[in-house]
């Protein structure tokens, strides 16, 4: 995504000029267009694909959340992640894409923090190849959009499991996806103030992963950790129920960020694109690679629920700036990536913060990291400059996810009873179980 | 004081307890199990060897009973789960020595029901 | 699909001709193509990735199918889903495509309601660009239109599970898609009657989903119910043993239905595959919302095997007017097939059908909806035809279809025994058990 | 893949240039370029498009591997394919890369076996439109390339599962994936000897399956049999936990082959891209019918694990001629790898290589299949040259994993101690369980 | 020697070993179990229809020990376990015959610690 | 009659069930089984958290038996499941009171085989 929102990468469309220079004389259309009408459906198309794929990415978390967390709990959070996307790409219609991207800014000047171009969708005029000079169409881009919005109230899903109530989670998440992350995002990708001041984030380290990722820790802080998990006697180890769930999600996850990363080149840009895709990759490759040497040393095992977490850090490390590194930067920020990830999974444990699949250490964490990193590893960015934007969607995120939450704990309650948590949430919130009528095998 | 094992095929658990409850006993605890009786296993295969299965799904019951309501709780379950074909299950009957309610520290009889 | 089969959206068309003006004087061959090649080629293109995705939904099939039934008949179920996609794409090389797209019918006149044209594929003179005005190749309208064909025998697969027996479902499968579904197709999407009468249905809401649907209640009326399903005492639930692999199902489903609309549109025209991926995905989330709503209403508690259907029963909504039916439309459509699909699920019950997979509701009920809200929420198509069409494909596919299942029952059969139906089709029909092993955790 | 490498489809050339006759006297850069800029765009997005598909096999190997063998190893298999990946993009990245397609060779002449174009990746001049006649980037054919390398690894992994050492698995992974795959490749796709000769090999049945498949056979043949497979009594079952897993892995499989096939092609050709998709479905379906007859005929039962075995010989068997051979061919190539793998799954049994996955049938016995259908098949073809193709990568890989697997047997073992084995390699190499907290189901 | 098989809620596993741990009883044998007792169940919905469950998981534990062990052996699981709510569970004693070591071929007393 | 139950370790199950035909012991019922003995358990690390694993997988056999198959049914199951290592397991016997078949109504000795 990043500044090129909107426009087609300058190389590109100089090239489509000439290419068209003659033909653009018989046809009144083209003279407006960028590009031509075949490179606008190619570039609409892949973005498409790239939509589909991030589609993806909730099935993803809906099997890696499911697989590392108890069987007792599964349908609850298979349920959360179903209504998540739903509710994410409604109230995305609704208002949070005309928040994120509001053409105007209402508070704060030209480039501003506040702006809204009013509910509902509103194609305009030309919702094709007029709408982004032949990137893609307003419907592309709307979905496009929407599918990442939902991302971010599904990252809060997986560190909250286990014990919230289902009404505040769906509140909190309606609420957040719809107002909060739009307004959030529309600094940066919205051309708003961060845009401005030079701040880079690529396809969403912060906008996106830090967004969830502050959201889980503020419900993590209200929350507190899940019956059992900390006792006098110690930190116990509440053991995921499906590892092969688990690395389904992850697989999922890592083939949904070719979308997310790939399709935030906001055209089909063979070199851009490809290169993104080189990135994204080695950098998963490597933050499996780190989690797993983390782990191996640390633990002394080599843990696959952690390695799952190294390579969606590596992806998440890269996220903000697979464009703009170098292919061994990929690979370093990836590594590191996986270490970090394994560190912040033991601290935050140390710290009796619990967060049953990691979503913290892996989204919120890693998302600084890979946000930093654009400023190490790229000449063209400071890192000083991505420090305030860290610093300033950092105290947005948190700051309104906790009061969300804690309103929802003042009022309708966010966690649920004892004896329910105990019996688990399956049972009580949805009257069901997971996997019915499978251990007494053959009682029916 | 006995203790009850019965053996029933897994698809008779509902009519067993259906029974059971009639003949007022409510109280059990129910185990899968895998049995091997004169009922005869099958054969699978798995990748075009053969496996013969001898060891067949069955349900375990194990109810704790006060004397007189033994008999009555061996009728229903007999009532409940034959139907004449082999691997209807047995019953089994232990003495028991001793029972106690957790929650009360009710012993004896008196635990029991 | 629809009317637009084998002719580019005419925007498009007459864009590309103008842009190609000068450029035909130079090549003989552009003479001939309302595209340009590379207009062909992206066509092409995003025709196969629709195709892939349509691929997918077997995989949907198969885990929605063995989710929501038991462990005990869950390899039968699997393997069915496997058999059916091999039998389908077969069956629609040899025959099925040239029912359905027969070119000249041979009963009932120029848009009539049979036709053939002959055994095998026959990709003709030119299979590429001539082919169908420059939107995908001969080989592409093929396996794009037999993975489609396949999904209608899949449909009948989830509703008759954990009874039927394999050798009568597999011979019934083969029939009714390599015969009986594509001359129903051949009505509307082979240009005929139906087509010539201003019937639409985008994607198959009724060709695809009712016709599926129909057969399903054929086949659940002459197989009965499930064992212990309809006792005396009441009804009794038989719970799916695996929430897991039904969720997984649902979102493959949905992944699917991106490329089964949207490649619907037969081309890759940015405007309209963009407008159709909205309209899907907003339909799927409101369907959600619906079945939620509903389920939550009713029962009192959210269930996620109904908001699971409700998601698919948006999808199949949306279907037939993805492309004509506006935004808040789509949703509406996909709202109402949600609490749909929630009542149609509870009343077949009372009714006694037994349905293991809601496949009933979801596809035939739901289909005739989505098929009958084109003619409520589009000013192009009227109702009464709509009325025709669903009246149509009814008659002809409940009819036959129980015509297959009911000769199969008199000759071979079509159940299986009791002791058969007790002990889980798994051993009997296949002589395995899905989860070998493992119950008895280690025995071996 | 075959000649065609870094050569657009004469055709399609052609075409091209005709149509930029006009356009290129007004682009400098456009009269280097074999195709207009829109061309390379979409022949671009649809190699990543064929990149993202062919990653999914990642997930389906470890998936179908994880189904087919018993929960207490389930861990340290989905561990393995997920280290695999990595291993795989990071030492193709290395030097993977370089040595399959070196440019020039050292050792053999021009066309020779031997070559190595140095460490890292190094885009040259021009990684865009000017690489490889506008087919696609640098980094797309890197990262094409990279997925395809580590999928040979992967096939290893399945039959040599449930005994071996971790580490002496992802020693062995790393230096076959790095060194002696892409040697073996250069013979062929590097333009090296056996490319000249003649030998043709479209899309891998020997150059990547029958590479990963001789090295399973090494490793079964240094490792032995699991404990218990071969007892004095004959031959016993060791079922898979899990078949809905395994079906998830076989239909994820198909679907990465649309990619795996259909991006051999090297570009978006419709008419040849969307052949070969027809050829691949085709032959895959065929596969599941001739398994599933086969089984029927000889074990009496419709086998699941066979038919989905069965799939993947006819995808396996296709592979080498999916441009090359027509649609019947290509079925009846399909229906009898169906049936060998049948065959060769009982004839290995009773010859006591234990492969737990038929990994050996699938990708080596029908990998010689479909190289040698090639000269069947296909009048361009001689069998005696694809024999002789057969021949020279057989002995290589076979000698290279067996020295490589010998080596590390003589040092630091290959295989797990006979107390893990029981216990299984879970607990033992991960000190974590598939399935945690989940058979005591409420222990926490 | 006795046996005394003890149903307990799941989720007091954890406790009830701790305590019989500190009364020197260190082994013992766990299974699942489905329980029917004063315990009231509760109901699940699947697909609308209503599903009474009145089996509630259970965990069982077995335990062969000598007589002067039974007394602190029972107070400790009742220790572990006990809440004062329905459904803490039962603990069942039976007459134990005779004990083997399978590694040593000890029997009696011998064998059972 | 007596009531043989044997905790063995899960791989020997076979072997076991070998010896017992061999021995003309031929019904038996089978249950998973979580065992606490001298066998040490063992440590899983979840997460980086230890998981201090002392109940280990046993497979519980229970067989109902005439009293004079039961020296010659401890013989086999010993002989099926011993290899000299810690975590061999244990057999237990207890008296049983009582048998009956459910299919025939039979009872005692008549029932048990
Ligand atoms: N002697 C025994 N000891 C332990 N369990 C037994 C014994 N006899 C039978 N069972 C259990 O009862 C089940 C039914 O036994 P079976 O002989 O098939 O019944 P029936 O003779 O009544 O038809 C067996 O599968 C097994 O689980
Ligand atoms: N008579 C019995 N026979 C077998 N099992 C019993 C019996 N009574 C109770 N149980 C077991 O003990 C569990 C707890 O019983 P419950 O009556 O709920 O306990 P309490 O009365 O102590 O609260 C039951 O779920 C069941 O598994
Ligand atoms: N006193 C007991 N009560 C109940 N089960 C026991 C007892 N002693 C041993 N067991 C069971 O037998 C299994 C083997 O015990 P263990 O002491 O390891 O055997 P051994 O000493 O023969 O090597 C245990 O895991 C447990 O399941």
Redesign the pocket.
């Known amino acids: 995504m990043g500044m090129a929102k909107h426009k087609l990468p300058i190389t590109l469309a100089l090239l489509a000029l000439l290419l068209l220079g003659p033909i653009s004389l018989v046809s009144a259309q083209e003279e407006e267009a960028a590009v031509s009408i075949e490179m606008f459906t190619i570039n609409n198309t892949w973005m498409l694909v790239a939509t589909f794929l991030v589609f993806t990415m909730h099935l993803g978390f809906a099997s890696l959340e499911a697989g590392l967390t108890r069987a007792k709990n599964a349908v609850n959070i298979l349920f959360k992640n179903t209504a998540i996307i739903a509710i994410g790409l409604l109230t995305y219609a609704l208002c949070g894409f005309n928040l994120m991207y509001p053409g105007e800014f209402i508070i704060g000047g030209e480039a501003g923090f506040f702006g809204f171009a009013g509910f509902g969708l509103n194609p305009g005029d030309d919702p094709g190849i007029g709408y982004a000079d032949g990137a893609y169409t307003y419907w592309t881009d709307f979905i496009f959009q929407a599918m990442f919005a939902a991302t971010a109230a599904t990252i809060v899903s997986g560190a909250v499991a286990e014990r919230i109530k289902l009404s505040s989670f769906l509140i909190f998440s309606a609420i957040y996806v719809a107002i909060f992350y739009p307004i959030a995002g529309s600094w940066q990708w919205g051309e708003g103030f961060l845009d401005a001041m030079g701040f880079y984030d690529f396809a969403g380290s912060t906008l996106v992963h830090s967004a969830g990722g502050w959201a889980a820790l503020a419900g993590v802080l209200l929350l507190g950790p899940r019956l059992g998990k900390y006792t006098p006697g110690g930190i116990r180890a509440i053991e995921g129920h499906s590892m092969p769930l688990a690395t389904i999600g992850m697989f999922l996850l890592w083939l949904g960020w070719f979308g997310f990363n790939g399709g935030s080149v906001l055209s089909a840009d063979p070199e851009e694109v490809s290169f993104v895709f080189v990135t994204t990759a080695l950098a998963a490759a490597a933050g499996i690679m780190g989690a797993m040497a983390a782990s191996w040393t640390i633990i002394k095992k080599p843990d696959l629920s952690m390695t799952l977490n190294g390579s969606l850090a590596g992806l998440v490390g890269i996220t903000a700036g697979a464009d703009v590194v170098g292919v061994t930067s990929a690979i370093i920020i990836g590594f590191i990536a996986g270490i970090i990830v394994v560190g912040s999974v033991l601290l935050l444990d140390r710290a009796r913060l619990d967060d049953p699949v990691g979503a913290i250490s892996v989204h919120l964490v890693c998302g600084i990291w890979g946000t930093l990193a654009v400023g190490i590893f790229s000449a063209d960015h400071s890192i000083v400059t991505q420090l305030i934007g860290v610093v300033s969607y950092g105290v947005f995120c948190f700051v309104s996810a906790f009061a969300i939450f804690g309103i929802l704990k003042a009022t309708i309650g966010i966690r649920v009873s004892e004896s329910e948590e105990m019996r688990g949430l399956d049972i009580d919130e949805h009257g069901m179980e997971a996997y019915g009528g499978f251990q007494i095998f053959t009682s029916r | 004081m006995k203790l009850i094992i019965a053996?029933i095929q897994p698809d008779k658990l509902n009519s067993v307890k259906q029974s059971l409850f009639e003949a007022k006993v409510t109280k059990m605890s129910v185990t899968n199990?895998l049995?091997?009786?004169?009922?005869h296993g099958y054969h699978e295969t798995y990748r075009g060897v053969d496996v013969e299965v001898n060891l067949?799904k069955?349900v375990r019951l194990e109810i704790a009973i006060n004397d007189e309501f033994v008999k009555p709780a061996m009728d229903a379950i007999i009532k409940g789960a034959k139907t004449g074909?082999?691997?209807?299950?047995?019953i089994f009957v232990l003495d028991l020595a001793e029972c106690v309610r957790i929650r009360t520290g009710e012993i004896g009889n008196a635990a029991i029901g």
Chains 1, 3, 4 share one sequence.
């Open positions: 053996y199990s049995g091997c009786g004169q009922q067949l069955k074909n082999i691997g209807d299950g047995k």
